[in-house]
């Protein structure tokens, strides 16, 4: 169990405490420590990743549970918004759909002995839908803080979509060897 395997758990690990914090601590204090520890195990997810990389530490373990880490973190958020009334749920849907879609597309490359390495728009979409969680969790009242997050909720989507389109289209052979 290296570095970056570890600070993996600790994103796994994070997924409850946020959610008791949402959960247990009404307000918005609450919200504004759940989108403090959601941004502090989403910022963990680029240091794994770099940990791994830099070091040479790159493991099974972890090119299976970096993406389940970021999957639960993400669903988990997207599920609670559903539940309070903060985001559609044909949004998150959308988004927990295209995670099965290239889970699947994934598996499928491991049974082929291929790893299909993340592309430019899914760490867009990432990114994009890591700060759109953050900026519905603090909730601002005002106008254009409000446009904002409209603006993400709208974008994480699009990239989603995209992400999604370009993943099958890039990778659609797998089904053919």
Do not use: C, Q
């Not at 759940?34 to 990743?49: N, Y």
């Not at 890591?130 to 989507?157: H, P, Q, R, S």
């Amino acid at each position: 169990m290296n570095l970056a395997n570890k600070i993996t758990l600790l994103r796994i690990f994070m997924i409850p405490v946020f959610l008791l914090v949402l959960y247990f601590i009404k307000g918005d204090i609450g919200n504004y420590i759940a989108a403090g520890i959601f941004a502090v195990a989403s910022l963990t997810d680029l240091l794994d990743g770099y940990i791994a990389r830099s070091r040479n530490l790159v493991t099974d373990f972890g090119k299976f549970m970096d993406p389940l880490a970021d999957k639960l973190l993400v669903a988990a958020a997207l599920i609670y918004f559903v539940e309070v009334n903060r985001l559609s749920a044909v949004i998150v849907i959308i988004i927990i759909s295209r995670e099965f879609i290239i889970s699947g597309f994934r598996l499928v490359a491991v049974s082929n002995n291929k790893v299909i390495a993340a592309g430019i728009w899914g760490k867009v979409k990432t990114a994009v839908t890591m700060i759109m969680i953050i900026v519905v969790l603090v909730d601002i009242n005002y106008v254009v803080f409000e446009w904002v997050e409209i603006i993400l909720i709208i974008a994480a989507t699009l990239f989603t979509i995209i992400s999604a389109l370009d993943y099958i289209i890039n990778n659609i052979s797998i089904f053919h060897e």
